[in-house]
């Protein structure tokens, strides 16, 4: 076991921002640390490293107490910051060679880290330039590669795709993968869902500092009633009609509104015909058709009743 | 070796820590080695006009009636004494033709009608006077009479001197510039005392999660800081002696050692600053900035009747204001060599730096928070 976090109770005055929460990462793993803003996935994260002090519970990191003190298990901790937390006046190669210097001793070892990270992220071009003159996601990649340069075994990343165009996305994606295959364990905060499904082993979904669900992606979707989602625009239905289409098999749920029908069902096989049909049957003509499984989305409307980026 | 390095580099490049440390103190300086000796060269040292009450306390004070008589500047009496009634000393100080009065009752009392430099001089001649008058009466049962009559003219002219030539006025203000050098140098320990503690910026979050002790680092940021201001300060010394021609007297080693223990109650400050308020670096900056101008002001900086008016009417202030200390400490060592008042401005700035250092490590030893 990686880490191991029990009963974890943090409180910021009277607000509660984790209530007794559990988390169990193994070695190897991607875990995707899901819920909206609030949710509390920094403070566990700032909790986990002894940033903040808690009220109650216990963190165990590589089977040991974790403490600020700690430093033989820091030692082995890889941390991308949510903000991009870099010297202004050091230039890339400068940066990622005085955090690396925070961990390793041997200089030359750390000389060799330090271009090994500078490869990883891909700034070869811009070892030289100072972070002002970065791209988002290039400062992005930059915050990456102090956090990794130490080749460390567990790696936390707390939102590291904020504010990110879609091409370093991907490259920062990708990267997570590449640092997970050669051996790292990995913890990916995100209110990202489509990040989290691309990427991670397994998900934790987190609301109000409470863990409210935990599995694969497919476990998680497939404890919800929602199995599909059909979604048809330009449509016009009276009300004796929306009504048959309530009565239809494995529906669950009808929303009409502005020409526009949503229909939600439970697991069955032909829901999408049997709906075509109906409508070919009443002869209703309609626009564009959509048919959508589940997202985590769903799971954490349906757990919540609230959106994740509500 | 790297973690100096680094952050030795991040340092030394910051712009807006190299305007407040280097570049602003050069232009305050040439901008007073330009504007000063001009300023007063119209002014020339002129005896004092004053009056004095020749009542039965004045007669029977013999030691105050030599020692007025006796003092003088520039082999010239200092004062141009007229032995009169008060009731005519009141006439010919409405026309102006006195700068002031002494009487003596059962105590001195000094009237003036005006401000201005025969005023202090005055003023400050008779504060001395007072204050060494109950030395002086014990001392005498001891001392060669002479000796002590002599180191209490020695004190009290020095406001006089300063008229003698212009130069020596000037580095009045330009030992204040030195001043506000070393609390500058807070600038430093507060930019990197930012990035030490976790809960003032993300960077201090990432250098606190690794697994380099912070005892390490502060003592790095220390070094770094101190080395840093030590060296602005030997280029402002440089510049103000060699390019503007401002003589600070020739206890050289003496001056390099109040520059480095006045940079210690710099960097405490700015420590200080730095820890206590959880603010973006800009603000503290702000803060410390005005603080030091104000320090610096109370000391003389922007003129220097502030600091005899600070040292005779609020003497607390000028005890605990480091700028004052480290301003005369080298005042003190100008005019009158290594001395008691110098050790004890550089045993006053040392008690500063360790309060505020004290201060600061109480709150800069947490490594966990309850917020950040």
Redesign the interface.
Known sequence: MIIQIDNLVKRYKSLIALDHFHLEVEEGEILGLLGPNGSGKTTAINCMLSLLKYDKGSIRIFGRDMTAESYDIKRNIGIVMQNVAVFDTLSVEENIAYFCSLYIKDRWLCKQYVEEAIRFVELQEYRKFRPSKLSGGLRRRLNIACGIAHKPKLVILDEPTVAVDPQSRNKILEGIRKLNQQGATIIYTTHYMEEVEQICTRIVILDKGKQIAEGTAEQLKAMITLKEKIDIEQIALDERQLQAIRELANVFDVVYNQSHLQVKFTKGKQNLMNLLDYLKQEDVPFGKVYSQLPTLNDVFLEITGKGLRD | ???FK??F??????KTLLFWNLIFPIILSTFFGLTLPNAYKTETYETIPIAVIDNEAFKEDISFRETLAAVEHLNEPMFKITYTSLEEAGDLLESKEIAGIIEKKDTFHIYVKEKGIQQTILQSFMDTYMQTDSQLTRLLQDTDRNKIMESIRADVSYIAAERQNDQELSSVFFFTIIAMCCLYGGFISLNIIQ?VQ?NQ???G?????????KTKMLLISFLISYSIDFVILMIMMGYITFILGIDFGTYTGYILLCIAVGILAGNSLGTLIGVSIVKKEHTKIAILTSVTLFLSMLSGMMFIQMKYFIDTYLPVISRINPANMITDALYSLYYYGVCERYFMNLASLLVFAIFCYTLSYRMIRR??????
């Open positions: 070796m790297n973690v680094y952050c580099l991040a340092t030394m490049r910051g990035k976790a910026s993300d960077l979050a990432r250098n606190a999660v690794s697994p380099f002790s490594k966990q928070y309850a917020s950040i």
